[in-house]
């Protein structure tokens, strides 16, 4: 069964041979001698190195196969179907009813959100106050309102003034100065709220001039418990306490 290299070619045909010739020498042929020993080692040899062989030929047409399986299962693209009008219309109308639901339930949470807001500070008028004490500058404290969902407070009426300084009295102190989210920075003379909307209610301690000072520096506004809630010019680098206002209706 070896070649002059001491090799079998492996075939279907050639591994059945050598298969035949092991069964034959075990069960046709005395198995006591040296001679038949061998060639009954040299059978099994050639059989197992054939089985291997002929096994990593049986993998790779497997591969082979599999791989042919595969790309024969590959989906077609499909044409692109006609489009129903009524199901579209049904489809976006539904659509919209389920984004008016989101949106109306993040109107609700934030509606929530701000009464813990009023819980904490006060109601006036369709807004919610909250005190905070830590002394900033005005654009620090403008900032940090923004971050809460809110802005400086801008008193717009005389009684809202009244309830904005009693409360700042009440959670406070009656010394502290707040903040108001009102400034003069853009235009000399002219006042403005966080929007850039020039303000019409104005509780001044002189109102004999619209800037009280007349100091230039002094671009920022607060509301002083001292003087009755009335308001002051101030260098906006100063550090004051400020009021937060958050709209709920």
């Not at 400086?152 to 009440?170: C, I």
């Not at 403005?192 to 002094?218: A, E, F, L």
Request: proline content about 4%.
């Amino acid at each position: 069964m070896w070649d002059g290299a001491g090799v079998v070619p492996c075939s279907p045909f050639t591994a059945l041979a050598v298969q035949r010739n092991f069964w034959l020498q075990h069960f046709f042929h005395p198995a006591g001698t040296a001679s038949n020993k061998n060639t009954v080692h040299n059978t099994e040899g050639v059989f197992v190195a054939c089985t291997m062989e002929l096994k990593g030929v049986r993998l790779f047409a497997c591969i082979l196969i599999l791989a042919h399986i595969s790309l024969q299962q590959t989906p077609a693209k499909k044409k692109p179907l006609k489009k129903d009008v009524s199901n579209s219309a049904a489809i976006e109308e539904l659509q919209k009813q389920i984004d008016d639901i989101v949106q109306e339930l993040n109107l609700l949470k934030e509606q929530q959100a701000l009464q813990t807001v009023c819980l904490k500070g006060t109601k006036i008028h369709g807004k919610c106050f909250l005190a905070d004490s830590e002394k900033k500058h005005f654009h620090a404290a403008t900032e940090d309102c923004i971050a809460k969902g809110g802005t400086l407070s801008v008193p717009v009426s005389q009684e809202e003034n009244e309830q904005l300084y009693m409360y700042v009295q009440a959670s406070l102190g009656s010394e502290e100065q707040i903040w108001l989210g009102i400034n003069g920075m853009a235009i000399e003379g002219q006042w403005t709220d966080q929007t850039g909307s020039v303000v019409r209610y104005k509780n001044w301690h002189s109102k004999d001039t619209p800037k009280p000072d007349g100091i230039r520096t002094q671009k920022c506004v607060v509301l002083s418990p001292t003087a009755s809630g009335k308001w002051f010019d101030e260098n906006c680098r100063d550090k004051k306490a400020s009021v937060c206002e958050f709209n709920i209706v």
